[in-house]
């Protein structure tokens, strides 16, 4: 039994050290070195990512029991699907494609869609829906450290890639607003919710399962779309 908060919260932030800031991808992406078909082929394969976000919320709020809980979390599906008036994430990365010279069509009829990214994601949403819903809240984790990368990317293509029509950027400046207040309110049901020692360790090795997801989407990326 542990009630060892800061030691928890200190485990889960240690966890930045795999995050995909590091991947030699994004290194290039934020340096400027990425190609048009580089880039788009990244575009096309996140769009998958992006598109499963929505049902791994969805399988989290049917695996949970906790009112309050479902409450804020169905905000996230909404984020992503849009309601009337607000289009939502999934509208806002297809102009992001436009905004790079996709069709919509070839995004959504995942003709560019790589083996290794389909496995990778299908295996997060796989994870939300057969684990217990505190370690799919805990595997969400990962955007505590998405701001910094999500800032230094919007600086990025704004310097880098002028080809791209600013409004194309529209997605990153959203998740700026977005991801700071899910991942704090995650923070807090995590916290909350993990108070053993076997409870803790299970929603970090959960954080750890995302690191690897984030990776090897953009292994796949990297190895599909080469210099
Ligand atoms: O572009 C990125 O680097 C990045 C990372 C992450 C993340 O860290 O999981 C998410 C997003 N973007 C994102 O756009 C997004 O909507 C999102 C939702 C989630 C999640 O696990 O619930 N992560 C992320």
Partial sequence: MTTDTDGFVAALR????????????HVRMNAGRLSRPQLR???ANRFYYQAAIPRKDAAI??????????????RRVLDHDGTAGEEGGIEAWLRLAE?????????????HLVPGVRFAVDAYVTFARTRPWVEGVASSLTELFAPDLM????AAFERCYPWIAPDGLAY?????????????????????????ADEQQRAVAALAFKCDVLWSVLDAIDHAFPD
């Fill in 61 to 74: 709020l049917a695996n949970c029991p906790d009112r309050e809980v479902r409450r804020r979390w169905v």
């Fill in 99 to 111: 905004a790079v010279g996709l069709t919509r069509e070839e995004v959504c009829d995942e003709r």
């Fill in 172 to 196: 990153f400046r959203a998740r700026l607003r977005q991801a700071p207040r899910d991942s704090e309110h995650a923070l807090r049901v995590v916290t909350e919710h993990c108070r053993t």
């Fill in 14 to 25: 240690a966890q930045s050290r795999r995050y995909h800031d590091r991947h030699p991808f």
């Fill in 41 to 43: 082929g990244w575009v």
């Fill in 151 to 154: 800032a230094e990317r919007l």
